[in-house]
T-cell receptor
Framework: AQRVTQPEKLLSVFKGAPVELKCNYS??????LFWYVQYSRQRLQLLLR??SRESIKGFTADLNKGETSFHLKKPFAQEEDSAMYYC?????????????FGKGTLLTVNP | NAGVMQNPRHLVRRRGQEARLRCSPM?????VYWYRQLPEEGLKFMVY????????ESGMPKERFSAEFPKEGPSILRIQQVVRGDSAAYFC???????????FGQGTRLTVV
């Protein structure tokens, strides 16, 4: 079974402070991991994926297979980063693939 | 490419009625996912379909809920005899296959009165 855990339902930081949104996963194979973001009243959109190893809007995430984690980090949070963030895992169920999301973390960046 | 289209955006049903939610995936996408988002909760997986096949429906309630993705036309999530607890936002996503980005629709907000 595949599972994604985001332990923090809510996270509040001040503008300019570092932010880390935690994500842990459970999966027996080799996972593909993603972070999605949902800004207020907008559709979910892909923020970044671990295979591309890129930085989007200042966010980075490193896959740590030893700790089965894929935490999302940004050194200096901005007010426009306030949104709901979902960690997602793409894994196999036999020969078929399923995208599983964590429950999400609501990030609020205060001025 | 118009993206993933869901309709209606808002749907109001009385208890006991049926709700039909439609999802047209992006052109060329044959994988569709349905998720439910309850107030103050995250996305909960409901069902994963490929053209004409249900691959994983482990997140679907055993009764009243069904989903299909016919060879032609949109994917349909059907809720029979709706109850107040079905009120939620229902999101559809599509992808072209394995390990590719899933694109989301804007969701359908179902309100049961």
């Amino acid at each position: 079974a595949q599972r994604v855990t985001q332990p923090e339902k809510l996270l509040s930081v001040f503008k300019g402070a570092p932010v880390e949104l935690k994500c842990n996963y459970s999966y027996s194979g080799s996972p593909e991991l993603f972070w999605y973001v949902q800004y207020s009243r907008q559709r979910l959109q892909l923020l970044l994926r671990h295979i591309s190893r890129e930085s989007i809007k200042g966010f980075t995430a490193d896959l740590n297979k030893g700790e089965t984690s894929f935490h999302l980090k940004k050194p200096f949070a901005q007010e426009e980063d306030s949104a709901m963030y979902y960690c997602a895992l793409y894994g196999s169920g036999g020969s078929n693939y399923k995208l599983t999301f964590g429950k999400g973390t609501l990030l609020t960046v205060n001025p | 490419n118009a993206g993933v289209m869901q309709n209606p955006r808002h749907l109001v049903r009385r208890r006991g009625q049926e709700a039909r939610l439609r999802c047209s995936p992006m052109k060329g996408h044959s994988h569709v996912y349905w998720y439910r988002q309850l107030p103050e909760e995250g996305l909960k997986f409901m069902v994963y379909l490929q053209k004409e096949n249900i691959i994983d429906e482990s997140g679907m309630p055993k009764e009243r809920f069904s989903a299909e993705f016919p060879k032609e036309g949109p994917s349909i999530l059907r809720i029979q005899q709706v109850v107040r607890g079905d009120s939620a936002a229902y999101f559809c996503a599509s992808s072209s296959g394995r390990n590719t980005e899933a694109f989301f629709g804007q969701g359908t907000r179902l309100t049961v009165v």
